[in-house]
């Protein structure tokens, strides 16, 4: 019978709503989704023609019901699954484009750490294609750049410096081994002083990065500290897979 498998759907749709939840989606999987609410409408008519099916035994089924399974079958097989598996690709991947750098930018400058400091606008070096989607949620994303943005202005502001400046690299990159597209973002600061690759590593020595580390770890990113020319000191760079389906939100 379709039980079985309706309750093996309903514990995925707990986990889908679990993993949206952590990465910061609120989902009514079971009325309002466009392809789960189908898929649970095709299990209730499938339940409808279990009766009729049983009736027929090994007989052959009449013309009527095998038109309407083949419909229900249709539905759950072709349509609903495919989409279902749009839907739990889309919640892995996140959509990096100017207006979500700005945004972050603007919600970190608000923080209380940095009242009455005199920030400068985001500058913007846009090298790749925006907007461009890579392979780690979207809410993991925001972390990720907020954590960076953060650090960037708070060592700035250790320095004393004034205005504090933040400049934000986006470029592709393509991983010679693999031929796997990636996207690099780099914050960069005019703080004085680098971090070493040791520090990047060693989460005692992480400089406020273990968060960042945490989310690259759980995305095969790579996390990578270079100098730059002046008038800035360095740039904090994330490289992240780029997703070739393009289908984030």
């Known amino acids: 019978g379709p039980w079985p498998l309706a309750e093996r759907l309903a514990g995925y749709l707990a986990q889908l709503e679990l993993i949206g939840a952590r990465a910061g989606l609120r989902l009514n999987l079971r009325r309002r989704d466009p392809t789960v609410a189908p898929i649970l409408a095709a299990f209730q008519t499938l339940a409808g023609l279990a009766p009729a099916v049983r009736v027929a035994g090994d007989g052959e089924l009449p013309p009527a019901l ?6 229900v079958s249709e539905r759950l097989n072709v349509r609903a699954f495919a989409a279902l598996e749009r839907l739990v690709h889309a919640l892995g991947t996140g959509r990096l484009d100017a207006a979500l750098l ?19 606008p985001l500058v913007l070096e846009l090298e790749a294609e925006l907007p ?15 954590n960076l943005m953060r650090n960037a202005l708070q060592a700035e502001a250790a320095a004393g410096l ?10 592709d990159r393509v991983d010679e081994v693999t031929g796997l597209e990636r996207l690099e973002i780099g914050v960069v600061d005019q703080a004085p002083g680098q971090l070493d690759a040791a520090a990047l ?9 273990g968060l960042v580390r945490a ?3 759980r995305c095969v990113g ?3 500290v270079e100098p730059v020319a002046a008038p800035w000191t360095k740039a904090v760079i994330v490289t992240l897979t780029r997703d070739s389906g393009e289908a984030a939100s």
């Open 102 to 120: 700005e945004q972050v930018f603007a919600s970190v400058r608000r923080e209380g750490g940095f009242a009455g400091a005199t920030i400068a």
């Open 132 to 146: 461009a989607v890579v392979v780690m949620p979207r809410a993991a994303l925001v972390d990720v750049l907020a």
């Open 162 to 171: 004034t205005p504090l400046c933040l400049a934000v690299r986006v470029a």
């Open 201 to 209: 590593a060693d989460p005692a020595r992480g400089h406020g990065l």
């Open 222 to 224: 790579q996390l990578r």
């Open 66 to 71: 095998m038109a309407r399974l083949a419909a």
């Open 215 to 217: 989310h690259l770890e």
